[in-house]
């Protein structure tokens, strides 16, 4: 890890594994691309991220490396693949982007799960571990997520862990055709008190 001078980082090192009483979080690769096609074709997880499907394995493949594996290279946010103890299987993803370093110090989280394993604490242990990275070690003092106003479950699973609704950027995403609202949520370093 390299820091700043003001004590903050600025690269990341080695990839972090995480590891909660139920989970780890891990390193994604291009081995996870069957994964990641299967999961982003999900039809709720297009819906509620507004982002079309892979047309095919090999875009799964490009999208996975862009949105997973290149952001960590290039210092610019973190995807971790989340997956149960004792499992073999990925059940969904997380992380950060749009990490801004200079003069900000904040990014955007995202995060997803099969269907089958919603509404089961899986995401709250998860995110939990992540803010607690991000805000420990990435030095963050901001994380915002978007989310689609009518995503009730994401929206009780931030207020749960703590974040404040700060409004709605009106039409702000373009999806089949139609414009679309995010309701914003952010928390800061010094509200965050571990889950």
């Known amino acids: 890890m390299k820091l700043d001078e003001d004590g903050r980082m600025v690269e990341f090192g080695e990839f972090p594994t995480l590891e909660t009483e139920h989970l780890i979080l891990r390193q994604m690769t291009v ?3 069957r ?3 299967r999961h982003f074709s999900e039809p709720t997880i297009v819906e509620l991220t507004a982002y079309e499907a892979p047309a095919n394995i090999d875009a799964a493949r490009e999208e996975l490396l862009l949105f997973c594996i290149d952001n960590f290279k290039a210092n610019t946010g973190i995807r971790w693949g989340v997956m149960k103890k004792g499992g ?3 059940i969904g993803t997380l992380g950060f982007h749009n990490w801004v370093k200079d003069g900000g110090y904040h990014a955007r989280a995202g995060y997803d799960l099969v269907p089958e394993e919603r509404r089961k604490g899986i995401m ?3 995110f939990s571990a992540a803010i607690d990275y991000a805000f420990r ?3 963050l003092n901001r994380i915002e997520v978007l989310i689609a106003p009518e995503n009730e479950a994401s929206i009780r699973l931030v207020r749960k862990l703590g974040f404040k609704f700060e409004g709605i950027l009106r039409e702000h995403a373009l999806f089949r055709g139609k ?3 995010d309701a914003v949520y952010s928390l800061l370093s010094s509200e965050w008190t571990k889950k």
């Open 31 to 33: 081995d996870d691309a």
């Open 35 to 37: 994964f990641y096609f």
């Open 88 to 90: 073999t299987d990925l």
């Open 124 to 126: 709250t242990e998860a």
């Open 137 to 139: 070690e990435m030095r």
């Open 179 to 181: 414009f679309l609202d």
